[in-house]
């Protein structure tokens, strides 16, 4: 999280304010009776919460979700790996978004290499974790490692996965400059090692999938700003407190976790949100690509608190 936004005096939420691992595992039954199938954790940084492999386990058997996914920076994922695995953990996404020291040092803020990341990577894989690997490319900052950070994990068949610098929150410095634009993401990658699309896995994903020809696995694009997919959307998102926001990009959010609450009532929060979720009108991606700014738009929560 940005330091200088969450330095050492700032008030973080109390234990009474955030979920608790019942209440998570309740809401996760309501949102399971609409017929969600996918659940992602991710944050801020998710193995920071000392219950977190307790809730996957408790999402795969109480819940009896068919796919739990982890996002996380990686930092303390060599420590949790097989636990991850043994609690029943079917994916994860880890960011990595540069191979070099002084440039990942910069993009996170503290000064960390990836080394310790990229080591992490290497033993989720042997506890048998599928895992992908996400990049956000700012132009000026790590884009000179689009070619070098494809052929390390080219080698080693993980999917990598380019993500266009997001105008998410106000702390990140977004500016339309640093996008590097998918299809030059792209090309540049095709120059390297020739590349043909894929269909999607599944309506609504999110990233444009390309194989590479030779037949040594695939990349994917995320390009929310040249590229907006906001018709076929269907996330919703639950934050650490209890709101759910129906966009990325919605400082809106309903208290969830209070309605919970004041009735206890599973199946009145099923119905709840079902009536949330079928008025939801969200589009913000479309709507800055027709504006044409998004300095203009309404308030956005941070990444950090409502997760990819």
Partial sequence: MPKEVFG???AFLKDPQLMSADELVQIARAFSRLGVTKYRLTGGEP???KDLVDIVRRLKTEVKAPEV???TNGWLLERYAAELKAAGLDRLNVSVDSLEAATAGRMNGLGFDSARVL???D???EVG???KINMAVQRGCNDHEIESMGAYFRERRLTLRFIEFMDVGSTNGWVESKVLPAQEIVDRINRQWKIEPVSPA???EVAARYRYVDGAGEIGIIASITEPFCRDCHRARLSADGKLHTCLFSA???DILGKYRETNDLEGLTQYLAKLWLARGDRYSDERAERGAAEDGPAKPEMSYLGG
Avoid: K, N, S
Wanted: proline residues 4%; hydrophobic residues 55%; positive net charge.
């Fill in 8 to 10: 050492a005096d700032y």
């Fill in 47 to 49: 193995l920071l919460r």
């Fill in 129 to 131: 974790l599928p895992v």
């Fill in 119 to 121: 080591r992490a990577i």
């Fill in 69 to 71: 996914a982890l996002t």
């Fill in 202 to 204: 599944y309506r609504g």
């Fill in 123 to 125: 033993v989720a894989g």
């Fill in 252 to 254: 809106l959010g309903w």
